[in-house]
């Protein structure tokens, strides 16, 4: 025989395979003809190949031939390839990398950069990574923090509610309630004393050293008050004994809040204020006796204090280990570790000169209060009441005034990243800062409201009481503002020359003071809300 056969019953295909040629895959379409046969040969004259299929692998580089190259340059940039969205974009990476259009043609065998970064493009599968989360947000704070801020620094108010026997006597100067010159004395010199010290204070916090921070608040805190005791001896008649023993008492009370806030113990201090809050609440059903309206303030004095004192005293102001620090910093300089590059263990302290304008701020503010208070009866004398919803709402506004604060800074901080040029962030950074305004004035004015109903024998709110309120509001929030991106001097200054006009206006009697005032504190909001547009649309504010 010529060859090997493949015997099949006839006209049966049983243990034949699909394709008819056996071991092959099937479908595999079974050959008619033998190869090399002349067209239109039938099967019956052609010689049919028999011969079985035999499946070949696929074909492989041999081992010692080298790997193609770019296949290598592909492996090597392979996730910079995924991420390209354009050929260009792996061109300019390898003509960055030194390749030559030379070189590409002699070691990858394509014409220059841009066809082999074709080829680089094609052979990789599209991979975009995924957005980057955005950062947690530094500027984040709770409503509530601040509203109980904002709580504590309203509630000693209910003191001159339950002080009122203890300053009884005739109309004070330009037609003032009895004993308000030496409270009022006492108080602007704590405010701005404090303001100068919780300053220094918050410096030492900053540097990490909470045991300097402390020994400051507990040699400045009774020192400041001690000053507004005084201040407010010179300021009292000799008949207005009384109102000194309560000034005296308002110094110290500010010293150990000071205390407290600057250390974060608001919550310790709201409790000290309990007694104080219920004993103001009892006077709207009954009058208590004066002996337990004095013993409701001492004890929520008592409080405050003892709180303070011991806060300062666990933040280690009384502790041997800050001396043994020092000691220690001190044998660094002796034994000559105090070269320049080495560290003594210590930062150095901070100005005085830096706390200042901060005072000076606390100044300027709490007289520009006063005077939106006490508008009314410097303008009528005795028979206007004083505008106390004014100052409560002023008080109370300060807790939202404070997260106000905190949203300008995380939604310009936001602009910042999604703005594309300068214009475009301040613009983002003016309307925050209309937005920002306008929703405090807008608090400020329900409070103002709400007070107004709540306290007997308030003013009925009129147009200048109003344009005064909400000018003076601005002022505080923006001043604020400025003083927390460290622009506290234009603030001290604005706000200290606008408290100096409406003194020298009251003092020589030009014009009528709440007009005055309205007019003083209008300027300075303009003034101040200008600023802020200008110093706070630059993105170099906001690098802190």
């Known amino acids: 025989m010529s060859g090997s056969l493949w015997l099949t019953p006839p006209g049966s295909s049983a243990?034949?395979?699909?394709?008819?040629?056996?071991?092959?895959?099937?479908?595999?379409?079974?050959?008619?003809?033998?190869?090399g046969a002349p067209a239109g040969t039938s099967a019956s004259t052609a010689r049919v190949d028999t011969l079985p299929y035999v499946p070949r692998p696929a074909r492989q580089r041999p081992g010692w031939a080298a790997a193609d190259p770019v296949d290598e340059l592909t492996a090597r940039l392979e996730d910079l390839i995924a991420q390209a969205v354009h050929p260009d974009e792996i061109a300019a990476v390898l003509e960055s990398d030194g390749m030559t259009d030379d070189h590409i043609r002699l070691t990858y065998g394509r014409e220059d950069s841009f066809a082999l970064a074709e080829d680089l493009y094609a052979r990789v599968e599209r991979r975009h990574p995924e957005p980057p989360v955005p950062p947690a947000e530094p500027w984040h704070t709770g409503l509530g923090a601040c509203l109980l801020r904002g709580l504590v620094f309203a509630l000693p108010g209910l003191a001159y509610v339950?002080?009122?026997?203890?300053?009884?006597?005739?109309?004070?100067?330009?037609?003032?309630?009895?004993?308000?010159?030496?409270?009022?004395?006492?108080a602007v010199t704590g405010w701005a004393w404090n303001q100068a010290l919780a300053h220094r204070a918050y410096a030492w916090l900053g540097l990490g050293d909470r045991a300097a921070a402390a020994r400051t608040l507990l040699t400045g805190g009774p020192l400041g008050a001690l000053l507004g005791a005084l201040v407010a001896v010179a300021a009292a008649r000799p008949d207005q004994w009384g109102a000194v023993a309560f000034a005296a008492g308002q110094s110290l009370y500010l010293a150990a809040a000071t205390a407290l806030l600057v250390l974060?113990?608001?919550?310790?201090?709201?409790?000290?204020?309990?007694?104080?809050?219920?004993?103001?609440?009892?006077?709207?059903?009954?009058a208590p006796p004066g002996?337990?309206?004095?013993?409701?303030?001492?004890?929520?004095?008592?409080a405050a204090t003892g709180l303070a004192v011991r806060a300062l005293t666990a933040e280690g102001a009384l502790r041997a280990g800050a001396a043994a620090g020092e000691r220690g910093a001190t044998t660094g300089e002796r034994t000559g570790r105090s070269r320049p590059g080495y560290r003594t263990g210590r930062p150095a302290a901070p100005r005085f000169a830096a706390s200042l304008p901060y005072g000076l701020f606390g100044l300027g503010t709490g007289l520009l209060v006063l005077y939106a208070a006490l508008g009314d009866v410097l303008a009528h004398g005795p028979a206007a009441a004083?505008?106390?919803?004014?100052?409560?709402?002023?008080?109370?506004?300060?807790?939202?005034?404070?997260?106000?604060?905190?949203?300008?800074?995380?939604?310009?901080?936001?602009?910042?990243?999604?703005?594309t040029g300068p214009a475009a962030f301040r613009r983002v950074a003016g309307g925050t800062l209309v937005l920002c305004l306008a929703c405090y004035l807008t608090v400020l004015l329900v409070l103002a409201?709400?007070?107004?109903?709540?306290?007997?024998?308030?003013?009925?709110?009129g147009g200048p009481w109003l344009v005064t309120l909400l000018t003076t509001g601005a002022v505080l929030w923006t001043a604020l503002l400025l003083q927390s991106f460290g622009a506290v001097l234009a603030a001290a200054v604005v706000c200290a020359l606008a408290a100096g006009a409406q003194t020298v206006a009251l003092a020589t009697g030009a014009g009528d003071p709440r007009a005055v005032g309205a007019l003083v504190a209008g300027a300075a909001a303009l003034t101040l809300v200008a600023l802020c547009a200008v110093l706070l649309g630059r993105v170099t504010a906001h690098r802190r």
Do not use: Q
């Not at 699909?18 to 092959?24: D, L, V």
């Not at 099937?26 to 190869?35: D, F, K, M, Q, S």
């Not at 006597?169 to 309630?177: D, E, M, Q």
């Not at 409201?449 to 709110?461: F, H, K, Q, R, S």
């Open 15 to 35: 243990g034949t395979p699909a394709s008819g040629i056996p071991g092959a895959p099937a479908g595999t379409p079974a050959p008619t003809t033998a190869p």
């Open 162 to 186: 339950l002080g009122a026997p203890l300053l009884d006597g005739p109309p004070a100067a330009f037609g003032l309630p009895a004993g308000t010159v030496p409270l009022l004395a006492g």
């Open 264 to 286: 974060g113990r608001e919550k310790g201090l709201f409790g000290a204020l309990l007694p104080l809050a219920a004993g103001a609440a009892a006077t709207l059903w009954t």
């Open 291 to 302: 002996a337990l309206r004095v013993a409701l303030l001492l004890l929520s004095l008592l």
């Open 386 to 419: 004083v505008a106390a919803p004014a100052a409560v709402a002023l008080t109370l506004s300060m807790g939202p005034a404070e997260w106000l604060l905190y949203r300008f800074r995380a939604e310009t901080l936001a602009g910042l990243r999604a703005a």
């Open 449 to 461: 409201a709400v007070c107004t109903a709540l306290i007997t024998g308030a003013p009925e709110p």
